[in-house]
C-alpha cells in the first residue's frame, strides 16, 4: 500500500491545489525527526552521557580479546560443546569446529571495530551494539540449552550451576551493556525518555 501526501504546485496552478505524491520513508522518517544524523555517540553526549564512553571500551577490548582466541585450536575445541548444543546456532558445524569458530571470531572483532568506529559515527555504534546484543543473547542461551551447565531441582538449591554456568551466566550483564549503549545511540524520537 502506497502512502501519498500532498505537496503545493510551485507552476503557477490555482492556490490551495495540490497533488498527490508518494510518501517516501525518508520523508516518514524526517517527520518523526528520525534521520541518520539524530544517531548519537555517548562520548559527546551531555551530562552524564560521556561515561558510556568507558563501557563502549570496554566491550571493544572484550570482543577483541574473545575474537582474537576464536582463532586458537583451543578455543576452537572448548566452544564445540556450546555450538552443537545451541538452537540457534548448530548450524554452524558445517563449517567443522575450526571453521565455525574462526566465523565467530570475525564476527566478534567486525562488532568490536565498529563499537570502536561508534564513538566517531553514530550510526556505527547503534549497529555494533546491536551485534553486540545478538552476540550475547546467544551465548547466555547457552546457559539453558548446554547440557550439565545448570541443575534444576526443587532441594534447598534450587538452582546448581558449575564454573561454566557461572561464566555463561555473566553474559547477562555483557548484555544489558550492549542494549544501553544501543539505547544511547538512538535518536531522541526514538527513545522519549532520554534527556541530554
Given at each position: 500500500?502506497?502512502?501519498?501526501?500532498?505537496?503545493?504546485?510551485?507552476?503557477?496552478?490555482?492556490?490551495?491545489?495540490?497533488?498527490?505524491?508518494?510518501?517516501?520513508?525518508?520523508?516518514?522518517?524526517?517527520?518523526?525527526?528520525?534521520?541518520?544524523?539524530?544517531?548519537?555517540?555517548?562520548?559527546?553526549?551531555?551530562?552524564?552521557?560521556?561515561?558510556?564512553?568507558?563501557?563502549?571500551?570496554?566491550?571493544?577490548?572484550?570482543?577483541?580479546?574473545?575474537?582474537?582466541?576464536?582463532?586458537?585450536?583451543?578455543?576452537?575445541?572448548?566452544?564445540?560443546?556450546?555450538?552443537?548444543?545451541?538452537?540457534?546456532?548448530?548450524?554452524?558445524?558445517?563449517?567443522?569446529?575450526?571453521?565455525?569458530?574462526?566465523?565467530?571470531?570475525?564476527?566478534?572483532?567486525?562488532?568490536?571495530?565498529?563499537?570502536?568506529?561508534?564513538?566517531?559515527?553514530?550510526?556505527?555504534?547503534?549497529?555494533?551494539?546491536?551485534?553486540?546484543?545478538g552476540t550475547f543473547a546467544i551465548t547466555w542461551s547457552f546457559f539453558?540449552?548446554?547440557?550439565?551447565?545448570?541443575?534444576?531441582?526443587?532441594?534447598?538449591?534450587?538452582?546448581?550451576?558449575?564454573?561454566?554456568?557461572?561464566?555463561?551466566?555473566?553474559?547477562?550483564?555483557?548484555?544489558?551493556?550492549?542494549?544501553?549503549?544501543?539505547?544511547?545511540?538512538?535518536?531522541?524520537?526514538?527513545?522519549?525518555?532520554?534527556?541530554?
Amino acid at each position: 500500500m502506497m502512502s501519498l501526501c500532498l505537496k503545493p504546485l510551485s507552476d503557477g496552478a490555482a492556490p490551495g491545489w495540490t497533488t498527490p505524491q508518494p510518501l517516501r520513508w525518508y520523508d516518514r522518517a524526517m517527520e518523526k525527526d528520525m534521520v541518520i544524523k539524530d544517531f548519537n555517540v555517548s562520548e559527546k553526549g551531555h551530562g552524564s552521557y560521556w561515561m558510556l564512553g568507558i563501557l563502549r571500551w570496554v566491550m571493544v577490548l572484550i570482543f577483541i580479546s574473545f575474537g582474537i582466541q576464536k582463532f586458537t585450536p583451543q578455543s576452537a575445541h572448548g566452544i564445540a560443546l556450546y555450538i552443537s548444543n545451541s538452537p540457534f546456532v548448530s548450524w554452524l558445524s558445517i563449517f567443522g569446529i575450526r571453521g565455525e569458530a574462526d566465523l565467530l571470531g570475525i564476527v566478534e572483532l567486525t562488532t568490536a571495530a565498529l563499537l570502536a568506529a561508534g564513538a566517531f559515527i553514530p550510526t556505527l555504534s547503534a549497529l555494533g551494539s546491536l551485534m553486540g546484543m545478538g552476540t550475547f543473547a546467544i551465548t547466555w542461551s547457552f546457559f539453558f540449552s548446554t547440557p550439565g551447565v545448570v541443575k534444576w531441582s526443587v532441594s534447598t538449591d534450587p538452582i546448581a550451576w558449575n564454573l561454566t554456568g557461572e561464566f555463561l551466566y555473566k553474559d547477562i550483564v555483557l548484555l544489558c551493556v550492549c542494549v544501553v549503549l544501543f539505547l544511547a545511540s538512538l535518536p531522541k524520537g526514538a527513545v522519549p525518555l532520554r534527556s541530554d
